[in-house]
């Protein structure tokens, strides 16, 4: 990771323990003098014993990645086809399709855990930026207990005076943790609760209802948020730092506007202009990964 001519990738990393040409010719280009010390005297040092048993360990935690193609593909490339400060600040519209159906539970996680850490990064990096010139960015993400991590505690503290704004949907409260979490810190349930600005409800249960009638309070019971109609919600909204009454609101299927035509348009302009032919890219990991043919 640490080449700056040739860059890095994850693949790299297990072919760095069972490869010591590869090992000591990506060492000779680190200039990371903390990460030139390990390779050098640190894993040097270690015995042949202590290696034959870390490096299955270690090369394991890589393999799911690995050896599914779509993934590999992905994480196998040193550069990335678009710049993501570029599209908060140019108001770009990205969508990552995790379907775990597509890619498998493991590797859809590890993803979203990547685009959301990195998205917060581009948030982080505005500070260059005067706050009045800084436009808003809306990142919506589905089925969030999936990639509940403290990384989404913070951007609900903190990102927010960089306009980075988080939408979050999920089926039931108790998806995303208990009160506490492991180490002692609010659990992810708390940092949203604690730092959400607008909370809306659908058809939820009784235990959830339960929680929620103090979000509420004192104008709904938990009566109130069983019965709710299908298809509404109940609200509670942040407008200028001050929170509104709750109220109910219903949601409206439209079909009418979609265009199949239009969507395979959009993504055939999109694929040529950031994508790259898979034949190209298969070759140039099969180079990093030392096969030849």
């Not at 929680?211 to 019971?221: D, G």
């Amino acid at each position: 990771m640490d080449d700056e001519d040739e860059g890095g990738t994850l693949i790299d990393v297990p072919r760095l323990f069972v490869d010591d040409a590869f090992m000591k010719y990506k060492t000779s280009k680190v200039k990371n003098p903390v990460v030139k010390a390990f390779w050098e005297h640190e894993y040097a040092n270690t015995g042949d014993r202590e290696k034959q048993e870390m490096i299955p360990y270690f090369s394991s935690k890589f393999w799911p990645f690995i050896t599914n193609t779509t993934i590999r593909n992905i994480i196998g490339q040193p550069k990335s086809a678009f710049n993501l400060r570029r599209v908060m600040d140019d108001q770009k519209v990205l969508m990552v399709n995790l379907s775990k159906g597509m890619i498998g539970d493991l590797n859809a996680q590890l993803l979203g855990l990547i685009f959301v850490s990195k998205i917060n990064m581009a948030a982080m990096s505005r500070a260059d930026t005067p706050e009045e010139e800084r436009k808003d960015f809306f990142l919506y993400v589905d089925e969030f207990q999936n990639f509940a991590t403290d990384t989404f505690g913070e951007i609900l503290s903190e990102a927010r005076k960089y306009h980075l704004a988080l939408i979050m949907a999920h089926q039931y409260i108790a998806q995303i943790g208990g009160s506490k979490s492991k180490d002692g810190k609010p659990s992810i349930k708390d940092a949203v609760f604690g730092n959400a600005g607008t909370i809306m409800s659908f058809k939820v249960g009784a235990e959830d209802a339960e929680y929620l009638e103090k979000e509420y309070a004192p104008l709904l019971s938990q009566q109130d948020i069983i019965g709710i109609a299908n298809f509404t919600t109940y609200c509670k909204l942040n407008i200028d730092n001050a929170t509104t009454r709750p109220f109910d609101m219903k949601t409206i299927w439209d079909n009418h506007y979609k265009n199949p035509e239009v969507a395979k348009v959009i993504k055939e302009y999109s694929r040529k202009m950031y994508g790259r032919k898979k034949e190209y890219v298969d070759m140039e990991i099969e180079a990093r990964l030392g096969i030849v043919k």
